[in-house]
């Protein structure tokens, strides 16, 4: 369910954070995890403290909520909470509930469980497999497959076969952990970007952020120009099929898949989605991307998540803004 970015910022002109009066400095730190390029750019003095932290903090996310690190929590959870009740982190704990209510306000289209028994599309070189429905695959059931107990912290899978993937907030969370870091250290002006998923904080020198949203067939060519504010934070999710995908027997396959059929999404070609945090961003988008020609659960995803939301579809060349 990741994605890279299809934002585009001016970051590095001169004087782009500049007031009135007096040149900010800039400071800027990029660094690899999470199996993608995450970097951070804040006004001030360097702070190699700061910026310690907020790439440990990258690397302790990543280790707790890996679907593919075997000592992850994730991975503790699915091989053994079909047996028992397992006892995690409270912030994990918070998350994979956070994570539930996501899947509930978007009707099921946002599910961490898609990976539970069934058959999938994997990019893992196999051929196309049968079109049939998926076994054992329904409509997001949630709290069905599993319990969640954030005042013990314990986590209890319904059954064998059941399983997670955080992936399609790991990133956005990560995000807004870094942000905390960054507030702690007194920086109020930067932006935190994990591989395509953003959060813009402040503003540039008085000034709001802005962002432009590319053409996915012409990358230098920008669809919207949108302002995101001079106070408080936002988060900005994009999703696509353009600069994430598998090929298998020579046909290209988005690499986010629909919880509902276990195959990939069709034709969202650009999704992006401005709130009010990263993690909900993170998740929205995903949602969209799955649902993108279900008018009415893209409409209540909009509505539950109070995010602005724009969309390109295969079907379409022009910037829907919904």
Not at 57 to 76: G, H, P, Q, W
Not at 225 to 235: A, D, N, V
Not at 242 to 247: A, D, I, K, L, S
Request: aromatic share 8%; net charge neutral; hydrophobic share 35%.
């Amino acid at each position: 369910m990741r994605r890279l970015a299809k934002i585009f910022f001016l970051l590095f002109l001169p004087g782009f954070f500049c007031g009135c009066t007096k040149q900010t400095e800039i400071q800027s730190l990029t660094f690899s995890g999470m199996g993608t390029v995450l970097s951070i750019i804040y006004t001030g003095e360097k702070n190699e403290a700061l910026e310690n932290a907020v790439k440990n903090d990258a690397k302790t996310v990543e280790d707790e909520l890996s679907y593919y690190k075997d000592s992850s929590f994730v991975s503790l959870l699915n091989r053994e909470a079909h047996e028992k009740e397992i006892e995690v982190p409270g912030h994990v704990c918070r998350l994979i509930e956070k994570s539930i209510e996501f899947g509930e306000m978007s009707g099921g289209v946002f599910d961490i469980t898609y990976k539970s028994t069934g058959e999938l599309w994997e990019n893992n070189g196999n051929k196309i497999p049968d079109d049939k429905k998926i076994e054992e695959k329904q409509r997001f059931v949630g709290r069905d497959k599993l319990s969640v107990n954030c005042s013990e912290n314990r986590i209890k899978f319904a059954s064998k076969g059941v399983k997670i993937d955080l992936g399609g907030v790991a990133k956005g969370y990560a995000i807004d952990r870094a942000a905390e870091i960054m507030k702690k250290h007194g920086v109020e002006n930067f932006i935190v970007n994990y591989g395509g998923d953003m959060l813009f904080c402040g503003n540039k020198g008085g000034k709001p952020w802005s962002i432009g949203i590319k053409n996915p067939d012409k990358p230098s060519e920008i669809l919207k120009k949108l302002e995101l504010g001079t106070s408080g934070c936002k988060g900005v999710a994009t999703s696509g099929d353009y600069e994430r995908f598998f090929v298998i027997e020579g046909q290209t396959f988005s690499h986010i898949m629909d919880p509902k059929t276990g195959k990939p999404v069709k034709d969202a070609r650009s999704v992006t989605v401005i709130g009010e945090n990263a993690t909900l961003t993170d998740a929205a988008a995903t949602a969209v991307s799955v649902a993108l020609h279900e008018k009415e659960t893209v409409k209540k995803i909009m509505e539950k998540f109070r995010v602005k939301i724009y969309t390109l579809s295969g079907e379409d060349s022009v910037l829907k803004e919904w």
